[in-house]
């Protein structure tokens, strides 16, 4: 059992999150006005953002779960990516928005991007509930992001350091003497 105590500062309460949420769900649901769309939930990390940001959204909707894995092969930025769990339904001629924790390198968003791209939707837009750019390594950029944050190592709100700490309500930064 990882000791709580390993637990930092807290940089967004559960009442900063559901403020943002709202926000960006009312975008969202203004942009996307008499369309539907698919929200793509990129597990494990969007499990709690998505299950959010969903029940702010107003229009017809699907969700659908995928859980992705990249590698990169150290050199290039152009690491694959390793589908460990794909969505099961055709998606062209459907507007998608990915949803994510976190786009830090951008690796994972980048390729995921690429990929739904080949299936021929109708479009692709990406969301990302923190955005780490002094991290990026691929050439990629969110749509909607809820915070732009500093290169800390983030839990809580669906983030994890190995597997832990997912369930916290709040974003905090893990104390750097623990995982370093
Ligand atoms: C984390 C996070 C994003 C990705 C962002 O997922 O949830 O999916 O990394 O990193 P990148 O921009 O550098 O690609 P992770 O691979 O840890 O899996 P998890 O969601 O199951 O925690
Ligand atoms: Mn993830
Ligand atoms: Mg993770």
């Given amino acids: 059992m990882i000791d709580p105590k390993t637990i930092g500062e807290v940089i967004y309460t559960r009442e900063d999150i559901k403020k943002r949420v709202e926000e960006l769900g009312k975008q969202i649901s203004e942009e996307y006005a008499g369309k539907e769309i698919i929200l793509v939930c990129i597990l494990k990390g969007s499990f709690a953002f998505t299950a959010d940001l969903a029940r702010e959204i107003d229009i017809p909707c699907s969700i659908e779960f995928m859980q992705v894995s990249s590698y990169s092969n150290g050199t290039t ?95 905090a930064i893990l104390k750097e003497e623990y995982y370093k």
Avoid at 134 to 158: H, K, M, W
């Fill in 77 to 171: 930025t152009s690491g694959s990516l390793k589908i460990i769990k794909d969505i099961n339904v055709p998606v062209d001629g459907k507007h998608l928005l990915i949803i994510e924790d976190i786009i830090d390198t951008g690796i994972t968003l980048n390729n995921l991007k690429k990929m739904f791209d080949t299936r021929n939707p109708a479009s692709v837009k990406l969301c990302a509930f923190l955005d780490k750019p002094s991290r990026r390594q691929a050439p990629i950029e969110a749509d909607y992001v809820g915070f732009t944050v500093e290169d800390n190592f983030l839990v809580g709100y669906g983030l994890d350091y190995a597997q832990h700490f997912r369930n916290l309500p709040y974003i």
